[in-house]
């Protein structure tokens, strides 16, 4: 974790919150907030001001942002939730990562130099050394997928060094490249030379291939264990240097596989035994989820379940974590992220604010998600802990991108998960009137996926994407705050609504074939939910979804899966790629962790439909 106590100013707001008063808050950011009449105005401003920085999580900016959402819950009389101190709920994840001081030798000759070989992000640290087998492209396409190529067809990796070319076949056809595209992630790559026996991969782009002998640079990976196997990258110059002794040349052997010719076959590269050793060094920060709540009004209306309420506060810094859509002139500005999502955590601001003021049938949750950015690592990790018990969370409501409606068009998304959902915002839309965009599917995203997969009704409210998306323009002077209170008034008619009822009943929505593919394309259900940001080789869950293959085949929360039909789980994106090797009917076995104890079970995957 990178300390910033070195702040003054971050000192001073630590040790006053949650005694901080608003008035201190408001003076924090007097130089942002102007006196416009506004339910949002004056939050957006403060959260998408400059002295946030872009609230990367776990950085001083994300935690002055906790700091005012504090304050403003203090304000209105929100209360931490029960068992909980204050309103801060940290997490650890994994913020980035950098080569150690990997290293590799090629016969009497050893490269040290990031230039000519570098940890792969994802890599195990270790040393191994053994002779090197030329795979290829290094790409297994599932036999469920009726495409017949595979790179170790015909090799024999066990126990040695495989290198494989970066990226896909170059000159294939359209159709042969999205499908082998499907399978070409570095990741994906590293479990196939992993599950055929490797002791470790080594990465080359290829000379016809984008970035030719250049060394892959180490991404943004929020993921905290390793993938189970040695894993580097190397240039052009060093593949060349193995080559050699065989008579061969890299670019005449990546041509001889670029036609996407599935019978084109590796060979072992004599005389090119290697040493190498990787060093991945991650950098683990704390983020902080705020979560508070407004405890119901009267005796009775305690005992019913909660409604909730939840944004993303996070954005995305200076652009440094990767995500960034910012051209080359504006690299390293200040992301401000008025839009996104200043303005979803200032309607939920607001929607509480308006919910203080009287009486409430049930308790409502009131949280602001860090970690969205990096892949709903707040909300999963919430999910995955939770304070108050899921089945007691009648329905979630989330906001992200709510501030710049176009032609008063207003998206509400997720309307799927529950039959209850379409005649609630029929009525507030009465009195709204938005032209409103319906959409069943609860898989965006957004942090309404991660409740979508614990079972909980939910809806998310989204105004559209626009050209400022991502980059250092979206600031708060281009937000619409005449609609975004609008939005407001129309999410809390809806929760007032919810509070007044009967808790919505869950309905499982399949998730559906994106066109072109994909990972969300993937067919088979099992009904896991993973813990994103476990620390544990394997999949950790952090529940099952009721009545689906999972909880049938016995697993449950705190299962660590290792093993599924075959293939080896070292982390959750070997158990995504692994998913596509199931079929749908035909019983697969499960490896776990149950408390340390190794168990087996059959799980059946069903269909999604």
Same mark, same amino acid.
């Given at each position: 974790?990178?300390?910033?106590?070195?702040?003054?100013?971050?000192?001073?707001?630590?040790? =006053?919150?949650?005694?901080?008063?608003?008035?201190?808050?408001?003076?924090?950011?007097?130089?942002?907030?102007?006196?416009?009449?506004?339910?949002?105005?004056?939050?957006? @401003?403060?959260?998408?001001?400059?002295?946030?920085?872009?609230?990367?999580?776990?950085?001083?900016?994300?935690?002055?942002?906790? &700091?005012?959402?504090?304050?403003?819950? @203090?304000?209105?009389?929100?209360?931490?939730?029960?068992?909980?101190?204050?309103?801060?709920?940290?997490?650890?994840?994994?913020?980035?990562?950098?080569?150690?001081?990997?290293?590799?030798? $090629?016969?009497?000759? =050893?490269?040290?130099?990031?230039?000519?070989?570098?940890? %792969?992000?994802?890599?195990?640290?270790?040393?191994?050394?053994?002779?090197?087998?030329?795979?290829?492209?290094?790409?297994?396409?599932?036999?469920? !997928?009726?495409?017949?190529?595979?790179?170790?067809? #015909?090799?024999?990796?066990?126990?040695?060094?495989?290198?494989?070319?970066?990226? +896909?076949?170059?000159?294939?056809?359209?159709?042969?490249?999205?499908?082998?595209?499907?399978?070409? &992630?570095?990741?994906?790559?590293?479990?196939?030379?992993?599950?055929?026996?490797?002791?470790?991969?080594?990465?080359?782009?290829?000379?016809?291939?984008?970035?030719?002998?250049?060394?892959?640079?180490?991404?943004?990976?929020?993921?905290?264990?390793?993938?189970?196997?040695?894993?580097?990258?190397?240039?052009?110059?060093?593949?060349?240097?193995?080559? #050699?002794?065989?008579?061969?040349?890299?670019?005449?052997? !990546?041509?001889?596989?670029?036609?996407?010719?599935?019978?084109?076959?590796?060979?072992? %590269?004599?005389?090119?035994? $290697?040493?190498?050793?990787?060093?991945?060094?991650?950098?683990?920060?704390?983020?902080?989820?705020?979560?508070?709540?407004?405890?119901?009004?009267?005796?009775?209306?305690?005992?019913?379940?909660?409604?909730?309420?939840?944004?993303?506060?996070?954005?995305?810094?200076?652009?440094?974590?990767?995500?960034?859509?910012?051209?080359?002139?504006?690299?390293?500005?200040?992301?401000?992220?008025?839009?996104?999502?200043?303005?979803?955590?200032?309607? $939920?601001?607001?929607?509480?604010?308006?919910?203080?003021?009287?009486?409430?049938?049930?308790?409502?949750?009131?949280?602001?998600?860090?970690?969205?950015?990096?892949?709903?690592?707040?909300?999963?990790?919430?999910?995955?802990?939770?304070?108050?018990?899921?089945?007691?969370?009648?329905?979630?409501?989330? +906001?992200?991108? $709510?501030?710049?409606?176009?032609?008063?068009?207003?998206?509400?998304?997720?309307?799927?998960?529950?039959?209850?959902?379409?005649?609630?915002?029929?009525? #507030?839309?009465?009195?709204?009137?938005?032209?409103?965009?319906? @959409?069943?599917?609860?898989? @965006?995203?957004?942090?309404?996926? =991660?409740?979508?997969?614990?079972?909980?009704?939910?809806?998310?409210? +989204?105004?559209?994407?626009?050209?400022?998306?991502?980059?250092?323009?979206?600031?708060? &002077?281009?937000?619409?705050?005449?609609?975004?209170?609008?939005?407001?008034?129309?999410?809390?008619?809806?929760?007032?609504? %919810?509070?007044?009822?009967?808790?919505?009943?869950? =309905?499982?929505?399949?998730?559906?074939?994106?066109?072109?593919?994909?990972?969300?394309?993937?067919?088979?259900?099992?009904?896991?939910?993973? &813990?994103?940001?476990?620390?544990?080789?394997?999949?950790? %869950?952090?529940?099952?979804?009721?009545?689906?293959?999972?909880?049938?085949?016995?697993?449950?929360?705190?299962?660590?899966?290792?093993?599924?039909?075959?293939?080896?789980?070292?982390?959750?994106?070997?158990?995504?790629?692994?998913?596509?090797?199931?079929?749908?009917?035909?019983?697969?076995?499960?490896?776990?962790?149950?408390?340390?104890?190794?168990?087996?079970?059959?799980?059946?995957?069903?269909?999604?439909?």
């Amino acid at each position: 974790m990178i300390s910033t106590t070195g702040s003054p100013l971050h000192v001073r707001l630590r040790t =006053t919150v949650p005694a901080l008063s608003a008035l201190a808050a408001s003076l924090l950011f007097a130089g942002a907030v102007d006196d416009t009449p506004s339910k949002t105005r004056a939050h957006v @401003q403060a959260l998408a001001s400059e002295k946030l920085e872009g609230r990367l999580a776990g950085s001083a900016g994300e935690r002055l942002a906790g &700091d005012y959402l504090a304050a403003e819950l @203090q304000k209105i009389g929100a209360k931490p939730l029960p068992g909980q101190r204050d309103y801060r709920m940290p997490f650890e994840f994994t913020a980035g990562t950098k080569d150690g001081g990997s290293r590799l030798t $090629v016969g009497d000759r =050893t490269f040290d130099k990031e230039a000519d070989v570098r940890a %792969l992000s994802f890599s195990d640290n270790g040393e191994a050394s053994g002779d090197v087998v030329f795979a290829g492209y290094g790409i297994v396409v599932p036999e469920s !997928q009726n495409f017949g190529y595979d790179s170790y067809a #015909a090799l024999d990796v066990t126990g040695k060094i495989v290198l494989a070319l970066r990226y +896909f076949p170059e000159d294939a056809d359209q159709k042969t490249r999205q499908i082998l595209a499907r399978y070409a &992630d570095l990741r994906y790559k590293a479990m196939a030379a992993r599950q055929h026996g490797a002791r470790a991969l080594l990465v080359v782009s290829g000379p016809r291939s984008p970035n030719a002998g250049e060394t892959v640079p180490m991404s943004f990976d929020t993921a905290l264990a390793g993938s189970g196997i040695l894993a580097a990258s190397i240039s052009g110059a060093v593949a060349d240097r193995m080559f #050699a002794p065989a008579g061969k040349t890299l670019e005449a052997a !990546q041509q001889s596989f670029d036609s996407g010719n599935p019978h084109a076959a590796g060979f072992a %590269l004599p005389s090119a035994a $290697v040493s190498l050793k990787t060093s991945v060094l991650r950098e683990k920060r704390t983020g902080h989820n705020i979560a508070s709540y407004l405890p119901a009004t009267g005796t009775a209306a305690a005992d019913k379940p909660w409604i909730a309420l939840g944004a993303h506060y996070d954005h995305l810094g200076h652009g440094e974590a990767g995500n960034t859509l910012a051209a080359k002139d504006e690299a390293g500005r200040i992301h401000f992220g008025a839009d996104d999502n200043a303005s979803g955590a200032a309607a $939920v601001l607001a929607i509480a604010t308006a919910l203080a003021g009287g009486p409430r049938p049930r308790n409502v949750l009131v949280a602001f998600w860090s970690g969205e950015e990096l892949g709903l690592i707040g909300s999963n990790a919430f999910t995955a802990s939770p304070p108050v018990p899921l089945d007691r969370i009648a329905a979630y409501l989330n +906001f992200d991108m $709510v501030g710049r409606m176009q032609d008063n068009k207003l998206n509400v998304q997720a309307t799927g998960t529950s039959p209850a959902w379409g005649r609630l915002i029929e009525q #507030a839309n009465v009195a709204a009137g938005f032209d409103l965009q319906l @959409q069943e599917d609860p898989y @965006q995203p957004t942090d309404v996926a =991660t409740f979508n997969g614990a079972g909980i009704p939910s809806l998310s409210f +989204f105004t559209g994407t626009h050209t400022d998306y991502h980059k250092p323009s979206d600031t708060a &002077d281009k937000i619409d705050y005449e609609d975004l209170d609008r939005v407001v008034e129309f999410a809390a008619a809806i929760v007032r609504r %919810l509070a007044a009822g009967d808790a919505p009943q869950f =309905t499982k929505v399949e998730q559906k074939m994106q066109p072109g593919g994909g990972r969300a394309g993937v067919r088979v259900f099992t009904g896991t939910i993973p &813990d994103y940001a476990a620390d544990a080789k394997g999949l950790l %869950l952090s529940g099952v979804i009721g009545g689906g293959p999972a909880e049938q085949a016995g697993l449950r929360k705190g299962d660590v899966i290792v093993e599924i039909a075959g293939q080896t789980i070292a982390n959750i994106y070997d158990y995504t790629y692994a998913l596509d090797v199931l079929k749908i009917g035909q019983p697969a076995k499960v490896v776990y962790l149950r408390e340390g104890k190794r168990m087996e079970t059959t799980l059946v995957p069903a269909a999604r439909k």
